[in-house]
């Protein structure tokens, strides 16, 4: 047998550095598999909030966390949804939930008669019909039982501190035998087949069967040394720089992010226990960073602290696996901080190389299918946030026009027009979302089908119109009944507190 | 024995207890068909300061028909939502008693006990975010809830601190214009019926004599009647409870007066703080074994957050309590009666209790030794009680850093209170029993307050699965942010008491 | 309610009738007018049928009994594929409906399979699979509901006379409201405007109109590839089989809970049990071996008394170029042709049917649900092709000109690389369309040779008594469960014996 993998090096920073230093340790260290980390400087501000998906709390399992735990010591706050404001001058907000709509009728998808139903007059939007969206409005946490079970997946996200949640993972890492230096990059050795060594300034270089560059945009390994290209999707994204700031806290707490499009990008309120971060994303050429901040103020409705900023350009390696390096992050693919997408990649990515992690240090056939799945990932996730921008109702404003009249890629158009037909959505190999999230943006956003399945027809209209009625009553005395997302958060995931009884 | 009919009641002495006996029979008996007078001397002084009392008396004030707006703004009174013992279990630590339940009761067995279990495996030992008052007395929120129409959200329950001189003041408009009448004076003879030994004349110094048929002993600690005439005898309970003294002093209010009273424990004893509208009431109980009267004088002075607004006052006294509150035709009310510190607001209480168990017990004419004693022995179990309820917050403490401590967490308890406490720390549990005045959520906030953590529960709460109890825990915790949030600024509310006409 | 869709199917045969049956029982009452044509005079292609375990969900679907349809189509079941002679001569494996062994740790069970193999202990992986070693005692249970045991882990299909099935859904679908008309088609209509299909005309002089069209009328594709001209993308080069012989013969031996395909010298035999015979076929290619020799090499190789003379398919593997155009469905042989090696053809009837009820158009067609049905049966054909390919590339055969050539041809890339994965660590990709599943490749991997030289690293986690100790309970739990099982003959007697037939022999020593 060819000589196994035993000593990773993980090049990088921050989340995408220690997530995946403590996955790979946590998985295989009991082997003797070593990991080290080559710590570069931080590129996280004080400012930084993670936006996590519900499938996190799946990251956190898989790495021994304690998601309660995370939220304690992060100041964090669930976000059963995303709320999406300002994207269109005729339409009111809506909000992207992490959840169904209705329950089928006759084994019809609910979204067929609620087209049906429409297009006869109804006019109770789509998002009142999941349990989901109404506890993300009233603040509430769903717990499921027996009552909710075949009406609702609702299940919550997460907005976390970013640099006491990193402290944490690395913390965790440390404790498990991660070894850590850290230092600014010296000198990357490499031979034709991949990486050979990696000091960093001032140190000794450090070999490895195995190397991941979690570096960042800077892609110190995967970019600049093994030169693999970036496949820029910038055509589709106007915004070019991203602004991070903080607010004081919200009180109440909401239980969702809000994320709101004004003339020259969208600003994010993504609350936290103790402050709000604030995070922009906008065309330079249209607004300058200052002119950005102030805006922000005024959009947010708070006096904002310091703000940080750095550019924003949207893309992929087409190969993150080449040779005997494996880039996660934002070395491998880079999104707009919409959607969540961001700390997904990076739990997609290391996921991933835990199931396809080389047997072999001399022949890494692993690196096809992770590209493959990396690639399929990336574009699903890049489709759904270039709906947003597609789908705009904002007329005669340059920038939203120019997202408007972008003609979308290929998958995607054809994901368009099928739901345009029919509120079909089609699904492709490697999707983060699913039927119901698609539907929720693109009906929010405005994309209402022309036509619906036919099978709806012939339901009595009575007998409809009394579903939806149970459905709506059941949803207003569940979420009711449900705890608060804030006592849900003190009980379960207190913060130190210092109050003085 | 030929019976007398009653017809004349005298109360001896002011103050709260005078006034409130004065009022209670004037609403209740009338005067028409009794007469009802009172005799104070203005020259002897009154001892209240601030005071604090506890839900009970929301019910006094009931029967007297007292409009509550009216009698808030009359005594400069703002509302209580427990009490904050700061320093207590050991410096630095913080706990609050409330009025009020903690979370809901459910499959038949106190809440507590779903709480011990959640907290024994893992969760969090603040038991104060179950309870709806705690919760608005940290937002320093106020609002009153009522009983009104089916909500699921937990009601407030609250008390008063006021101006004790005020209050009586204002039950003495209330009598006199019931008809009671008030002679100023001071008593200097006391006679009594030669075969029958009750009381039938007091003579005041200006020569003015006052019969009557029923005596109200409210003259204070020297017990007049109670005690000087009839000898009644005292039960010293300073082994159990050493303060005899408290130095006390109003000062000025620095900030919106806050919906609790605090006591913070201090190197001899305790130090009292009743926030009023007007100004703050502050006073320290000591023991004057472990500390001198300059000295706790000086230290309260120096302890204080405004401005001192009197010259500061000494009381000293003797805990413990009359043997027997009721001989012959007398009946000994307040300080007459016995003396506890006033560490859990208790003082209006035991005057209150007094007044309507006479109330209930209230003899046509002749006086039936069954009645008496029976009178006698629940009056004593009331006092032992609440005796035994304030011995626990200082026998159950962590602190040793001073002798009066020292002395305090080594001392020997009744063997009813180290029973309770020794049920209690196996299974969370006081095991009260009906009359009690404080009921199972007050024992529990004060012994877990106090560091006293139970090690087991009732296994009725362990028949929830894990999911359900933190389910139900959540939601519980909801209503309580749901409706303390909505409650206004405690001084907003008291902006309102004193815009609201009176009824 | 809107006037109903005119929905004409041309052909009948399983393709037509699945189809009709569908329209008129599973959609609600009055959406659809259904028309079916077909000519007896054709005849029907089916002999014996094997299956897949989605047919069931479609049987429910519809609202049919089990038994009873069992009953009517003299159906077995079938709990996997044997394949003989496939690796190498002599070698047999087992392709079942289920997974083998239960996962350890989040890692497929096979991977500790793997491991123990490289570190010596040398087993078949197939005797921790129910269903397999159920099917080599000739046993039979229906899957437990109770989920996390071993005896719900697995599904089951059935073996039918296709001809019966068809005839089953016709009465079916005729008591719901189907109109049938006898008649042969001579013309097909299409609207200048548009190109769709306006009408067909019968050897009878009947126009018949229609808003959508289903074309079933197999190979010949009358509708699709003949009116509408739309091409044929030919999969000979990997699939080089194109004609078969198919004869029944007498019942004889237990009766196997499986189908068998036995490779030959230039293609394979299929072996279908039924209640009342047994189908047999040869499917073979015509550039290895004469019609003639074909033919005696099948009568050969029958275990009873053949029933009939051989007769005579021809076929061409490939694929229609899209199976829906304009306003016409193209379903079973007329939208393409696999060989049934894997039972896949009632499969892609069947996947075609759903994917239509779900994109079911109203009179006027949006192109979106057209181009979306197309690419999922676009993914449906490629997914079952690969794996066929993969039966034939993957020999160790060297002893015919077919397998040699098989063995050396290019093969697609997907295909290449999954077979180095799985040679590398046992890796197989999932997607999320199409059959076939991991445990399936496995089964076909193994089967043939093709062992993992290595294995996923996580297996290391688990200490090598620990799955060794795993490994043998499970074998010993599959056995002792199967132990308990009925015999597959005396289940199927006592389930759903077809009226009138031969009693069926109960335990017959194997």
Not at chain 1, 71 to 88: D, I, M, P
Not at chain 3, 314 to 324: V, Y
Request: a negative charge; one cysteine or more; hydrophobic letters at 40%.
């Amino acid at each position: 047998m060819s000589r196994p993998v035993r000593n990773v090096v993980i090049v990088g920073r921050d989340a995408a550095a220690w997530l995946t230093a403590l996955g790979l340790k946590r998985a295989f260290g009991r082997q003797g598999v070593n990991v080290t980390v080559l710590e570069l400087p931080s590129m996280v501000r004080s400012a930084d909030v993670l936006v996590g998906l519900p499938t996190l709390e799946g990251l956190h399992r898989l790495l021994g966390l304690d998601t309660d735990d995370m939220l304690a010591a992060t100041a964090g706050a669930y976000a059963l949804g995303q709320q999406f404001a300002n994207w269109s001058q005729a339409r009111p907000p809506f909000v992207h939930a992490y959840d169904t709509h209705g329950a089928p009728i006759h084994r019809i998808d609910f979204l067929q008669h609620w087209l049906k139903a429409r297009s006869e007059g109804m006019n109770v939007p789509l998002e009142e019909f999941s349990l989901g969206a109404a506890a993300a409005k009233h603040g509430r946490f769903v717990v499921h039982g027996d009552a909710t079970s075949g009406f609702s997946k609702a299940r919550a996200g997460y907005h976390l501190d970013a640099s006491a949640y990193i402290r944490l993972v690395r913390q965790k890492a440390i404790e498990l035998s991660v070894q850590r230096q850290a230092g600014t990059l010296g000198e990357v050795v490499r031979s034709d087949s991949g990486i050979v060594s990696v000091s960093l300034a001032g140190g000794e270089p450090l070999a490895a069967d195995l190397f991941v560059d979690a570096s960042g945009v800077d892609a110190v390994l995967i970019g600049k040394v093994l030169e693999q290209p970036l496949e820029s999707w910038s055509p589709w994204f106007g915004c070019d720089r991203v602004l991070v700031t903080s607010g004081p806290k919200l009180n109440p707490l909401p239980a969702m992010s809000r994320i709101s499009g004004f003339k020259a990008g969208w600003i994010g309120m993504f609350p936290l226990r103790d402050r709000t971060p604030v995070v922009a994303a906008y065309d330079s050429r249209r607004i300058s960073d200052a002119e950005m901040l102030q805006s922000a103020s005024v959009l947010c409705g708070m006096r904002l602290g310091d703000a940080f900023v750095a550019p924003c350009e949207p893309g992929m390696r087409s190969a993150p696996w080449t040779g005997n390096c494996v880039a996660i992050g934002e070395a491998a693919v880079v999104l707009e901080p919409l959607d969540a997408a961001s700390l997904h990649m990076i739990h997609v990515g290391l996921s991933h190389l835990i199931t396809l992690f080389p047997v072999s240090a001399e022949a890494m056939l692993e690196a096809e299918p992770f590209n493959t799945s990396m690639q399929n990932h990336a574009r699903n996730l890049r489709d759904f946030q270039i709906v947003h921008y597609r789908l705009n109702g904002r007329l005669d404003e340059p920038f939203w026009d120019r997202a408007r009249e972008t003609p979308p890629p290929p998958e995607l158009a054809a994901q368009l027009d099928l739901f345009a037909a029919r509120g079909a959505v089609a699904l492709y190999d490697d999707e983060t979302f699913q039927e119901e999230n698609w539907a929720s943006v693109l009906i929010g956003h405005g994309l209402i089908p022309r036509g619906y399945d036919p099978q709806v027809d012939t339901l009595a209209p009575d007998e409809l119109i009394a579903a939806f009625q149970r459905m709506l009553g059941f949803i207003a005395s569940t979420v009711r009944d449900m705890p608060s997302v804030e006592a849900q958060l003190e009980l379960f995931a207190p913060l130190p507190s210092n109050a003085s009884f | 024995m030929s019976a007398q009919r009653i017809r004349d009641i005298v109360i001896v002495g002011g103050g709260t207890a005078g006034w409130m006996a004065a009022a209670a029979l004037a609403k209740v008996m009338g005067t028409q068909a009794y007469t009802i007078t009172l005799v104070e001397s203005e020259a002897i002084g009154t001892v209240g300061v601030g005071e604090a009392t506890i839900p009970m008396i929301t019910m006094f004030n009931n029967v007297l028909g007292i409009d509550e707006n009216e009698f808030v703004r009359e005594t400069n009174a703002t509302f209580k939502l427990g009490i904050e013992f700061a320093g207590w279990r050991r410096e630095g630590h913080s706990y609050f008693h409330p009025f009020g339940q903690f979370g809901v009761d459910m499959d038949g067995v106190n809440f507590n006990h779903y709480w011990l279990r959640w907290m024994l495996s893992g969760g969090s030992n603040d038991y104060g975010r179950f309870n709806a008052e705690t919760e608005a007395a940290r937002q320093r929120r106020f609002g009153r809830t009522g009983h009104g129409p089916q909500t699921s959200l937990p009601n407030i329950n609250y008390a008063f601190q006021f101006d004790a001189s005020l209050y009586a003041a204002y039950l003495r408009r209330f009598s006199e214009k019931r008809g009671a009448r008030r002679i100023e004076g001071q008593i200097v003879k006391v006679d009594r019926n030669g075969q029958t030994g009750l009381i039938e004349r007091l003579t005041l110094k200006d020569g003015q004599t006052v019969q009557g048929q029923l005596f109200i002993d409210c003259s204070g600690f020297r017990g007049l009647l109670i005690e000087e005439t009839l000898q009644a005898g005292y039960e010293d309970w300073s082994h159990w409870l050493p303060v005899n003294r408290a130095a006390a002093v109003p000062c000025a209010k620095v900030e919106e007066p806050i919906p609790y009273t605090r006591s913070t424990a201090r190197e001899a004893g305790w130090q009292w703080r009743i926030p009023l509208q007007h100004r703050t009431g502050n006073g320290y109980v000591f023991c004057d074994s472990f500390i001198s009267e300059d000295e706790a004088t000086r230290l309260l002075m120096s302890r204080l957050d405004g401005e001192a607004q009197a010259e500061p006052r000494i009381l000293r006294f003797v805990t413990g309590r009359r043997r027997k509150s009721w001989v012959g035709n007398c009946i000994a009310l307040g300080l007459a009666s016995g003396f506890m510190e006033p560490l859990e607001s208790t003082s209006i209480h035991l005057v209150q209790v007094g007044i309507s168990k006479l109330l209930a017990m209230f003899p046509k004419g002749g006086f039936n030794p069954l009645i008496t004693d029976r009178y006698n022995a629940e009056m004593e179990a009331d006092y032992v009680n609440i005796r035994d309820f304030l011995i626990a917050h200082y026998k159950v403490t962590e602190r040793e850093d001073t002798p009066f401590w020292r002395y305090c967490k080594n001392m020997d308890i009744p063997d009813s209170l180290a029973t309770r406490l020794e049920i209690f720390r196996t299974r969370g549990e006081a095991m009260v029993v009906q009359h009690e005045l404080f009921k199972e959520q007050s024992w529990f906030a004060v012994l877990a307050g106090q560091g006293l953590m139970p090690v087991d529960y009732h296994p009725v709460a362990d028949l929830l699965s894990e999911d359900e109890l933190k389910l139900r825990l959540a939601k519980i915790r909801t209503g309580i942010q749901d409706r303390v949030s909505g409650l206004p600024t405690h001084q907003a509310f008291l902006d309102s008491c004193a815009r609201a006409p009176a009824a | 309610m809107p006037a109903p869709l005119k929905v004409v199917i041309v052909g009948g045969g399983t393709s037509g009738w699945m189809s009709a049956a569908a329209l008129v029982a599973g959609l609600p009452p009055g959406l659809c007018e259904v028309r079916l044509v077909e000519s007896d005079e054709i005849g029907i292609v089916g002999v014996g049928e094997a299956t897949l375990p989605q047919i069931k969900d479609f049987n429910d679907h519809i609202g049919v009994d089990e038994a009873d349809f069992m009953r009517q189509t003299q159906a077995t079941f079938k709990l996997g594929i044997e394949f003989v002679d496939w690796g190498f001569k002599g070698s047999s494996y087992i392709h079942p409906f289920g997974v083998h062994g239960k996962p350890l740790g989040g890692v497929p069970f096979y991977q500790y399979w793997a491991k123990a193999r490289l570190n010596g202990r040398v087993d078949d992986l197939g005797d921790y699979s129910l269903p397999i070693v159920a099917s080599r005692q000739n046993r039979f249970a229906f899957p437990s509901t109770d989920e996390d045991g071993l005896s719900s882990n697995f599904a089951y299909a059935y073996h039918f006379d296709a001809h019966l099935y068809a005839r089953f859904l016709r009465g079916f679908a005729e008591a719901r409201g189907l109109r049938r008309t006898e008649g042969r088609i001579v013309d097909v209509t299409l609207k200048p405007e548009d190109g769709h299909i306006a009408s067909i005309r019968l050897e009878s002089g009947e126009v018949i109109a229609g808003d959508l069209f289903i074309d079933c009328s197999g190979f010949r594709s009358l509708l699709m590839g003949q009116a509408l001209g739309v091409g044929y993308e030919d999969w000979t080069p990997w699939l080089p089989c194109d004609r078969a012989y198919a004869v029944p013969c007498e019942r004889a031996g237990a009766l196997t809970p499986y189908t068998r395909s036995t490779a030959r010298e230039a293609g394979w035999q299929w072996r279908i049990p039924l209640q009342h015979r047994t189908g047999n076929g040869y499917v073979y290619s015509s550039r290895f071996i004469s019609d003639d020799e074909a033919a005696a090499t099948l009568l050969a190789n029958l275990d009873g008394k053949a029933l009939d003379d051989p007769r005579p398919l021809r076929f061409q593997a490939g694929r229609r170029e899209t199976s829906w155009s304009r306003n016409c469905i193209a379903i079973g042989l007329a939208s393409g042709f696999l060989e049934p090696l894997e039972s896949t053809s009632i499969y892609l009837i069947q996947v075609a049917i759903t994917n239509l009820l779900k994109l079911l158009p109203g009179r006027a067609i949006d192109p979106a649900l057209v181009s979306e049905f197309n690419r999922l049966i676009d993914v449906e054909y490629g997914r079952v092709r690969d794996f066929l390919i993969l039966h034939y590339h993957l020999n160790g055969r060297d002893d015919a000109p077919l397998w040699r050539y098989c063995r050396e041809m290019p093969v697609p890339d997907s295909l290449t690389s999954r077979m180095a994965l799985f040679e590398h660590r046992g890796h197989i990709a999932k997607y999320k369309d199409g059959l076939f599943q991991p445990p399936s490749w496995l089964a076909v991997f193994v089967g043939q040779g093709l062992l993992p030289a290595g294995y996923d690293p996580l297996v290391d986690n688990v200490l090598q008594e620990h799955i060794l100790r795993e490994l043998d309970q499970f074998r010993a739990d599959v056995a002792q469960t199967v132990e308990a099982m009925r015999d597959h003959g005396g289940f199927v007697a006592d389930f759903c014996a077809a009226p009138a037939n031969r009693p069926l022999s109960s335990r017959v020593a194997s």
